[in-house]
């Protein structure tokens, strides 16, 4: 089950986010202290991380840049009741947001912000599995490749296969009637 965090240091957001965004299809963890919330990195694996701007011990922009650091494939989410710009843009360019949400939120839009990112953090984790398999034929067709081109040069001839237009294969009826 995928896991979604979120950081806010007031308790009573942090309960309505838990109302909002209670599902059975993911698993939420809620930090009120973003040292709480940053050991969390440690131990768990977030698809999905949301993180308060405005927090006192640590602002949101900063924590969310500590998180890129350790699980750089969880969609990374903001919850502001500011719309600072400059705020954002670096949000954007230094912890790489995937998107921002505004205080008081839309209850629909946030669910549909939290399905979307879970769906694209799926997307990550599919393309990272498909990338390893792709690696992993490639390298297997280099060791063929290589083990053909030893067998040819110890066997010269051993490799090559005569086939008509058809791609069936040729047999040399000089070598055919030697072998029987």
């Known amino acids: 089950m995928i896991r979604v965090?979120?950081?806010d240091d007031d308790p009573n957001i942090l309960n309505s986010l838990r109302r909002?965004?209670?599902?059975?299809?993911w698993q939420?963890?809620?930090?009120?202290?973003?040292?709480?919330?940053?050991?969390?990195l440690q131990h768990n694996e977030y698809g999905v991380i949301i993180s308060d701007y405005q927090m006192p011990a640590l602002d949101g922009i900063t924590y969310l840049r500590f998180a890129r650091q350790r699980q750089p494939d969880a969609v990374?989410?903001?919850?502001?009741?500011?719309?600072?710009r400059e705020a954002m843009l670096r949000a954007i360019n230094q912890a790489e947001i995937h998107r921002f949400l505004l205080k008081p939120?839309?209850?629909?839009?946030l669910r549909s912000a939290v399905e979307s990112s879970i769906a694209?953090?799926?997307?990550?984790?599919?393309?990272?599995?498909?990338l390893a398999q792709v690696r992993r034929q490639q390298l297997n067709q280099d060791l063929q490749a290589q083990e053909l081109g030893r067998l040819e040069r110890e066997h010269p001839g051993l490799?090559?296969?005569?086939?008509?237009?058809?791609?069936?294969?040729?047999?040399?009826?000089?070598?055919?009637?030697?072998a029987e």
């Open 20 to 25: 909002v965004l209670r599902s059975d299809q």
């Open 5 to 7: 965090q979120i950081v």
């Open 76 to 84: 990374r989410m903001m919850l502001t009741g500011q719309s600072d």
């Open 159 to 178: 490799v090559r296969v005569r086939r008509d237009a058809d791609g069936a294969v040729l047999v040399d009826d000089e070598h055919y009637r030697d």
């Open 28 to 40: 939420l963890e809620c930090c009120s202290d973003p040292h709480e919330a940053l050991e969390a």
């Open 105 to 109: 939120w839309d209850d629909y839009d």
């Open 120 to 130: 694209l953090y799926g997307m990550r984790q599919e393309n990272r599995r498909l």
